[in-house]
């Protein structure tokens, strides 16, 4: 029997080199798949009004049937959008710092996050940085190079993307009782945007859910704990197949 396969969705402006750290540390159990979602990384850009499920449905047909999918940020919406639509690829769900029914505040800060990058995309650069890094130990060569990844992208294409990310955890909202593979939710304690609090109202929302919150952590899970998340989605995905 071959290794089972895992399918790592990363987040909004970024690509599949974010997760470089965590693949390196789970190749040997598993085939892991890190595809760019549409208007990123190698991909073209995406129109202004790309959707959620247009997102979803660009990365499905790469998925075998059967994977374990974990998404990261905006790749959690995806991923639990094809769990939600596509139940038969997936195995397990994971989501990494991920939303979920944001308050009237939540959204009210990631709206103007988003007015921020459509005024000044530099100036939303470097906020990013400072949100994700700031106090972390990451070294300054590795976050140089999210920066560059960041200040690489087409900018139309990451704010379409970007509204998905602000509008997606709403879309789903509704629907995520229906996801009833087994799911782990994962965040850092000290992540700003996708915090600790929505971790636990997602596993809440999931039947079938466990939340797990990385003490010390920010929002770059994959780059900042890969240790961590690496032996949170070993542990997970080994405890729901043999269950």
Known sequence: MGKPTLVLLHGVGLDRTMWE?????????????????????TRPPVADGVSLAELADAVADGIPAGSHVAGFSLGALVA????????????????????CRRTPEERTAVQARLRTAEADFAASTAASLERWYAGTTVPPEVVRRTEAVLRANDVGSFLACYRVFAAGDAELAPHLAAITVPSLAVTGENDPGSTPDM???????????????????????PVERPKELAEALTTFIGESTYA
């Open 199 to 221: 971790t636990h109202r997602l596993a809440e929302a999931l039947p079938s859910c466990r939340a797990v919150i990385v003490p010390g952590a920010r929002h770059m899970l």
């Open 21 to 41: 750290p965590v693949t390196a540390l789970l190749a040997d159990r598993f085939t892991v798949l890190a595809p760019d979602l549409p208007g990123h990384g």
């Open 80 to 99: 639990q959008h094809l769990a939600l639509h596509r139940p038969e690829l997936t195995a397990t769900l994971t989501s990494i710092s991920s939303v």
